[in-house]
């Protein structure tokens, strides 16, 4: 059973920044690409970021672009999501998936249940 476990949300001020964690099992991690997805209060889901299986290759919505940077640990089956420079508008549910990229609005079948991100003055 696959297993997506994510932490590190919570409330932060406008330019600061946040680490979210996703500790995955129940498959093989190394074999697949990651990504995060996004839900603000009211919207669709929002594709973020999506890694590679070796971590090689990266993608980031324009939105992201230069302030989230994602990696894995494929030793410890972790996928991460460094936020920096957070602004009002990335406040959002955010969700670790077994996933390629997806468009948005398409939720991707495998996710963990989510950590939330509130940025806020």
């Known amino acids: 059973e696959v297993q997506l476990v994510e932490s590190g949300g919570g409330l932060v001020q406008p330019g600061e920044s946040l680490r979210l964690s996703c500790a995955a099992s129940g498959f093989t991690f190394r074999s697949y690409s990651m990504s995060w997805v996004r839900q603000a209060p009211g919207k669709g889901v929002e594709w973020v970021s999506t890694i590679s299986s070796l971590g090689g290759v990266v993608y980031y919505a324009d939105s992201v672009k230069g302030r989230f940077t994602i990696d894995r640990d494929n030793v410890r089956n972790t996928l991460s999501l460094q936020l920096n420079s957070l602004k009002t508008e990335d406040t959002a549910m955010y969700y670790c998936?077994?996933?390629?990229?997806?468009?948005?609005?398409?939720?991707?079948?495998?996710r963990g249940q989510g950590t939330q991100v509130t940025v806020s003055s």
């Open positions: 998936a077994k996933s390629p990229r997806t468009s948005d609005g398409d939720w991707p079948r495998e």
